[in-house]
């Protein structure tokens, strides 16, 4: 497997997953925030959907007031098609 399917082809693997999530989240939050870490908690295909779904929580360290870190929990669903977000809730713990 070459680098460009590593980065645009189909997703095969739970690891693949979980840098598309954080990609995402780095995208999502990073115009008020950085991501200092992310903890995954489950990562899972679900075959009859054809989607992977991943849960767990982040770690930001905001940029606007008050300074300081925020842990918040999330969950998206990833086409691993596409290595698309389909879905992404992101919650305050």
Known sequence: MGIF???FGKIGK???VKMAARMYLE???GTHAKVCSVKFERTQYVEGANVWEVE???ELEL???PFGKQRRDFKCKINPDTRRV???EVSAT
């Open 27 to 29: 995208n999502l939050l």
């Open 56 to 58: 767990g929580k982040v």
């Open 14 to 16: 739970s690891s693949d």
């Open 63 to 65: 940029k606007i007031q």
């Open 5 to 7: 399917d590593k980065l």
């Open 86 to 88: 389909m879905n992404c």
